[in-house]
């Protein structure tokens, strides 16, 4: 099997919550939640940070650049995301024996499950599809648990040809939507629809909802699962209501 090098993107200019993923949760940054959770993922080799070449986001690289023997870092443009992603791909992967398959989670989704995450790549590696998304056509998912994978290769063929702006600030847009005809994709749902349930970080109230999570779950077990979160928010139904006035995530779209 081609290791599995995970890409994220992350940012302190977030129009919606500034310096989201540097907030605190348990005396820790929400950013080293995030790399401990998917650095439990068994089936992940490596993760690159990948952030921007502004200087607001030095705090990042002092957070992230010695956190942990598997976790990279990478700076470059604020606007082109894709050739960020691309350029960083590039220059991991110099000297390498092969390409790596690219496993791409954006870093406001603190609670990411680590299991999900390889089973992800599990039916990533057991079909011959150039892309598997968690989303594509349908949202089944929480959102803030969703994730997608792809070869080099697709991600090379993206950078190539993307031209249009909204292209290359979201990285995958060009492979899942406008050209999709030129690969074959796949989506891998759950068996029901969870979709209702928000938990990613993109406003206070996120982030209020995400830290009573960890608040009541982590001190326990550290590696909780989405499950894990299901069953504490249906036990108690308060919770959602934290970050209930930002709606159903099926409507308001990241």
């Known amino acids: ?16 919550l500034p310096n989201k993923i540097l907030l605190k949760i348990l005396k820790k940054e929400i950013i080293l939640h995030f790399l401990d959770r998917v650095l439990a993922a068994e ?24 956190y942990h023997p598997r976790v990279s870092l990478f700076r ?8 960020r992603t691309y350029q960083e791909a590039i220059q991991f992967m110099e000297n390498k024996a092969e390409p790596w398959d690219i496993i791409r989670i954006t870093s406001d989704c603190p609670l990411i499950d680590p ?3 390889d089973g992800h790549i599990a039916a990533f590696e057991r079909s011959p599809v150039d892309y598997l998304s968690s989303r594509i056509h349908n949202r089944t998912w929480p959102h803030g648990m969703e994730l997608e994978i792809f070869s080099f290769r697709t991600l090379q063929t993206a950078w190539r040809r993307a031209t249009d702006p909204y292209e290359r600030e979201h ?22 629809n969870w979709s ?3 938990l990613t970080l993109d ?3 996120d982030y209020l909802l995400i830290k009573a ?32 006035k930002w709606g159903n995530p099926q409507i308001n779209q990241k």
Do not use: C
Request: no cysteine.
């Open 196 to 198: 209702h349930f928000r």
């Open 203 to 205: 406003y206070w109230e």
């Open 115 to 117: 299991v999900l995450i």
């Open 171 to 192: 990285v995958t847009p060009y492979i899942y939507h406008s050209h999709a005809h030129e690969f074959t994709l796949t989506e891998l749902t759950a068996e029901k």
């Open 76 to 83: 470059g443009s604020e606007a082109d995301v894709l050739d």
């Open 213 to 244: 999570i960890y608040e009541k779950l982590y001190p326990h077990n550290p590696r909780f699962g989405w499950t894990d979160i299901l069953k504490l928010l249906e036990k108690e139904k308060q919770l959602v209501q934290l970050n209930s």
């Open 43 to 66: 089936k992940v080799d490596h993760i690159i940070v990948a952030t921007t070449d502004q200087s607001a986001d030095q705090a990042i690289v002092n957070l992230v650049q010695s």
């Open 1 to 16: 099997m081609r290791n599995k090098l995970v890409i994220t993107q992350a940012r302190t200019a977030s129009t919606r």
